[in-house]
């Protein structure tokens, strides 16, 4: 058995799996099957071991930011470049969030984040919520200050 995340794209797969092979560290293409004409149909990925599955399927099949991908990083300098790579010719969203060029949604969050928010002291946990909450591209330093003065 095998598990892994499948994505439809119109025609911008093998782009997409470029992108982010080459802004995610140790990621690779790993297959890459075409149609007649070349162009891409199914480009299978690996970002950091999850396996993904882009296909060309054509139009009528947009993404939805109702599925991410969640990236959780442990450094201020990972989330911007991680953040820098993939939000080039897409859109900032809030908490953390993005759409990417291809309209594909993800998410870009420190693994503090769950000790930031959680805990026996409810004034901290909302500091946090509070300071997030001004945030698209996460700013780590900003979030520990808050829960360390709440």
Not at 24 to 50: M, W
Not at 110 to 131: F, R, W
Request: hydrophobic letters at 40%; aromatic letters at 6%.
């Amino acid at each position: 058995m095998s598990i892994s995340t499948f994505f439809w794209f119109d025609t911008e797969a093998e782009a997409a799996a470029t992108q982010y092979t080459q802004v995610i560290p140790d990621s690779r293409i790993t297959g890459i099957t075409r149609n007649p004409d070349g162009s891409a149909f199914v480009v299978t990925l690996e970002l950091q071991g999850h396996a993904l599955t882009l296909m060309n399927g054509g139009p009528g099949h947009p993404p939805t930011d109702a599925a991410s991908i969640q990236i959780v990083v442990d450094t201020q300098e990972e989330i911007d470049q991680l953040w820098a790579g993939l939000v080039e010719g897409g859109q900032p969203g809030p908490c953390g969030w993005l759409q990417d060029r291809y309209g594909i949604s993800w998410q870009v969050a420190p693994s503090q984040i769950m000790d930031l928010m959680s805990g026996e002291n409810p004034a901290k946990t909302a500091a946090v919520s509070t300071a997030l909450q001004t945030m698209s591209k996460i700013d780590l330093k900003v979030l520990q200050d808050a829960h360390a003065h709440a």
